[in-house]
């Protein structure tokens, strides 16, 4: 069984703790991390970058009058733990006098927990440099072979892990070791003016052995390199509205950044997003089912590549949230301070990127269900469309407007592929892509990992996951593209 | 270590320990990058108030041995902390393979430059003020209309130092204080909704009167929208706050000599050719007395240089840190910057400056059809930084119809390439904007794929 330790900079916790009550603060939270980094960033063979970064500190938080106060040090000594409570109490009383709208802590059982890893094969922590410097030159060796014209090939290998703890003044007191480790291809070809990039990335909270099994080095560089071979040659896709299939890993990002923020309770609350109030409301056709939980419990072994999110940074179980259930928008993802106020529980969404921050609701592993389509019957209902697949990233306005560039896809006619296309912006609203639903694929995947992650309020790059099946969209569902 | 800023020469004298370390371990050669800041930030979002403030410092040290470099780092400067990142810097080092392109850690480079503004009332402040003066800013937006319906409010302050020390003989650093605000403002009119953004930085104390108030009457504004229900070629107009987030991705990544390097720059083989409009000229000035990065020296501890980036449309220069000026046999441009002490040096300008000459009335007047494109865009971040193709949404805008503006329009989106985008250029304004990544005016430009 694989545990970390924090050692004697656990007693800082106690002493914060101590210092708060001595304070005579109402309700004090303070949450002490050790996290050991871990980078290797390969380009045309060398490697320009090894790296290796150890990031602690401990963050207080105040709740006084349901207003909160936050402070974090790096300095850990006890006149620097201590001014960190004193600057968290006297910012949340500053902010009692200001604040217009307080969130007030729905009552929590507290927890006293220490939960082991799940069983895994390979640790990060016990692969050697040598070892993890291998898959990456593999990795980039193979996208070499197996690529055309190609200009540069980066091979990017990341690890994240350590031990927090969180502890509070009602007595919750919970600690675990978060990980996560991914290997990312990325290859560009070019042929006069024509560039064309793809990539192939794999991780999560996985035991690198999942980069000897089911996703080498090999196939990874090899997959990337071909794929940015055929967007040489390969045409833009079609403009406008049309139907489409969109790929495991866009469903996923869709998942998360159109739908995924919608339910956020701190953006319901604020009145920032369109789907406040609308609890309970069908808001998509019945094919579509939403979820956000904290450790993946699905069977599928070899697709499940979350995020290990045991317990929120409030201290609070991560639960499996539905948020869409066949259609209905049912619940929200809340922290304490939203659950109150929402008249809903503690979902275990409240995280933070780091020490550095404060809790605010959060997603974790955010999916859309898989469905009873195989890949073939859901290309022989589209007919004629467009299959997109993956994406670097996307865009979502708290209007439910969003933007996407798929990175690559498929022509389809009569419920075959006939064509590779480049790189294409989809645009849509959220509301009208859940209504246009018509099917999902029993293939599911969920993807995690070290790079990217999600930005909110200025934490960016917060580790999570998400997924789904291919789903299959209607005509009315998304634009696609707007370039010229 | 006393008094609220951490003395430069603290820093400097632990930075020289460390290297002295590391040289006595066993490194050829070695460089310790130490840093220490203290942040405070306030978020007023819709009602709900957070504050957080906190001391940040730590340690990166890079190592050489021979041609292999190692990298680790702590968020520290305790000494056992720090010796143990001496020692992982110093293994990675060894097993790390040769990375035949580096020559060495810099030599020093004296150019006689200046530390930028730095405010010492800034340093006396706490999260108390900014809460204060963050309230009357959101205050300001929601009470100038009851159409408004939702204010975002974000505010920072903050003060640090940094100092680089190598065993080559490098021995600099510099402080700095900055201050800042941007606010969201969302106004709602019998279901229409409209957005906007705005922002204001310093370097030196300033309130955020105005801010709120000027922007929440600009959204109110834009009531009354059509949509496009067309697709056409025309020109664009870009407000000075969206230049800045337009220009600062594809060019900083362009102008990157490492890019160049590597051929993944657009910019490749470019130098000393016209790739603009010749109404074009961009600075690259890390003196500039306000910038937000204006500094002494770079990350690696090298003097900054003042220079030309394009000229009458004519790319001039590329950025360098020292990895690629030895690459290319000439001298670091001092554009070397890190992320914290966690982080690499990498190539990023510092204040870019974009001179221009025109009102926008007459901009505007110019334009026989197209859209003035207002408060922020979305989509710019997922462009394709090699090509330079992007497709962005514009949530607000309007109509512009021989020389006139009309109504304001429904959200529409914008298609083209940033490189055409440079030789498109219609007209520069003459009212730039001080942002986090220069001085930046308004930008007129034609042969855009409109539709919406």
Not at chain 1, 49 to 75: H, P, Q
Not at chain 2, 252 to 263: D, H, M, N, P
Request: proline residues 3%.
């Amino acid at each position: 069984m694989i545990v970390l330790e924090l050692g004697e900079l656990e007693e800082f916790v106690d002493l914060a703790l101590g210092y708060g009550e001595t304070l005579g603060v109402p309700f004090i939270e303070v949450r002490l991390e050790d996290d050991s980094v871990g980078e290797i960033r390969l380009e045309k063979g060398e490697v320009k970058e090894s790296k290796a970064l150890r990031d602690i500190g401990l963050a207080v938080r105040v709740i006084y009058n349901g207003v909160s106060g936050f402070a974090f040090t790096t300095r850990l000594k006890k006149d620097s733990v201590e001014k960190a409570v004193e600057k968290a109490f006297q910012a949340a009383k500053v902010g009692d006098r200001i604040s217009t709208l307080r969130l007030p802590f729905a009552e929590y059982e507290p927890v006293v927990d220490n939960p082991p890893i799940p069983p895994i094969k390979l640790h990060p922590k016990d692969v050697s440099f040598e070892d993890k410097k291998d898959m990456v030159m593999r990795a980039h060796e193979s996208a070499e072979d197996h690529g055309k014209s190609v200009t540069s090939i980066i091979v990017r290998y990341g690890e994240a892990y350590g031990t927090k703890i969180v502890v509070n003044s009602e007595g919750t007191r919970v600690k675990w070791n978060p990980w996560t480790v991914e290997i990312v291809c990325a290859v560009i070809s070019r042929k006069g003016e024509v560039l064309a990039d793809a990539w192939e990335r794999h991780g999560g909270s996985v035991g690198l052995e999942i980069f000897e099994d089911n996703f080498s080095p090999e196939q990874m560089g090899k997959n990337a390199a071909k794929w940015a071979a055929e967007k040489l040659v390969s045409k833009r896709a079609p403009a406008g509205k049309q139907r489409a299939i969109i790929d495991n890993n866009l469903t996923g990002v869709l998942a998360h950044e159109s739908f995924g923020h919608q339910t956020e309770a701190d953006l319901m609350i604020s009145g920032a997003v369109i789907l406040k109030d609308k609890i309970g409301e069908k808001l998509g056709s019945e094919n579509v089912t939403i979820v956000d939980e904290g450790v993946y419990e699905g069977d599928n072994a070899d697709s499940n590549r979350g995020w290990w999110c045991p317990y929120d940074d409030e201290g609070v179980i991560a639960e499996k949230v539905v948020m869409l259930d066949q259609g209905v928008l049912s619940s929200s993802l809340n922290s304490r301070g939203t659950a109150k106020y929402m008249e809903s529980k503690p979902t275990g969404n409240a995280r933070a990127l780091d020490f550095r921050f404060e809790p605010i609701v959060r997603m974790r592993n955010t999916y859309f269900t898989p469905g009873d389509l195989s890949f073939e019957e859901a290309l022989e209902l589209l007919k004629d469309g467009i299959y997109a697949i993956d994406t670097m990233g996307g865009q979502s306005g708290f209007d439910g407007t969003f933007m996407f560039k798929a990175i690559r896809g498929y022509l389809v006619r009569k419920g075959e592929i006939v064509e590779p296309l480049r790189d294409v912006a989809i645009t849509g609203n959220i509301l009208d892509f859940l209504k246009n639903v018509e099917g999902a694929t029993r293939d599911f995947e969920l993807h995690g990992g070290y790079f990217g992650g999600c930005g909110k309020s200025g934490q960016n790059g917060l580790f999570l996951a998400d997924g789904g099946p291919k789903l299959l969209l209607g005509g009315d569902g998304v634009q696609f593209g707007g370039e010229k | 270590m006393k008094g609220k800023i951490v003395e430069l020469d603290d820093l400097l004298a632990f930075a020289d320990t460390i290297v002295k370390k590391a040289v006595s371990r066993g490194a050829d050669e070695a460089e310790a990058f130490v840093s220490s800041s203290t942040n405070v930030e306030c978020q007023i979002q819709g009602g709900i108030l957070t504050t957080r403030e906190g001391v940040d410092e730590g340690v990166g040290v890079r190592i050489v041995n021979g041609k292999s470099v190692g990298f680790a780092s702590v968020s520290s400067l305790d000494e056992k902390q720090t010796d143990e990142v001496i020692s992982k810097a110093l293994s990675l080092a060894k097993i790390a393979p040769e990375d035949p392109k580096f020559h060495q850690l810099p030599d020093t480079i004296k150019r006689g430059t200046r530390s930028g503004a730095f405010d010492e009332t800034i340093v006396t402040l706490d999260s108390a003020h900014l809460m204060k003066e963050s309230a009357k800013a959101v205050q300001e937006a929601m009470q100038t209309d009851k159409r408004v319906s939702y204010v975002d409010g974000f505010s920072s302050l903050g003060y640090g130092t940094f100092s680089v020390v190598n065993s080559r003989g490098v021995n600099a650093g510099d402080k700095s204080t900055g201050i800042g605000a941007s606010i969201f403002v969302k106004a709602e009119n019998v279901g229409e909704v409209k957005l906007g953004y705005g922002f204001v930085v310093s370097r030196k104390y300033c309130d955020f009167e105005g801010v709120g108030g000027n922007l929440a009457k600009n959204v109110l504004s834009y009531f009354g929208a059509k949509p496009l229900e067309t697709t056409f070629q025309g020109t664009v107009i870009f407000e000075n706050k969206i230049v800045n987030d337009l220009f600062s991705g594809f060019l900083g990544y362009s102008i990157s000599a490492l890019s160049v390097q590597e051929k993944r720059s657009f910019f490749a083989d470019k130098l000393g050719k016209q790739v603009a409009s010749k109404d074009l000229t961009i600075h690259d000035d890390p003196q500039l007395r306000e910038g937000i990065r204006t500094s002494k020296c770079d990350h690696e501890g090298i003097d900054v240089l003042q220079k030309t980036i394009i000229e009458d449309g004519i790319l001039k220069n590329y950025l360098y840190t020292s990895y690629s000026a030895y690459i290319d046999n000439v001298e670091s441009t001092g554009n070397a910057i890190r992320g914290g002490f966690h982080g690499l040096p990498r190539t990023s300008p510092s204040n870019i400056t974009i001179q221009g000459n025109k009102n926008l009335e007459e901009m505007i007047s110019e334009v026989e059809k197209g859209v003035f494109v207002k408060e922020y865009v979305m989509g710019l971040g997922h462009s394709n930084i090699i090509t330079g193709d992007f497709s962005i949404v514009a949530p607000t805008a309007l109509l512009i119809e021989k020389g006139e503006l009309k109504h304001s329009l429904n959200a529409i989106t914008i298609g083209g390439n940033f490189f055409q985008t440079l030789k498109n250029l219609q007209a520069i304004g003459n009212d730039p904007i001080l942002t986090q990544n220069g001085k930046i005016p308004t930008i007129a430009v034609k042969n855009l794929t409109i539709s919406g």
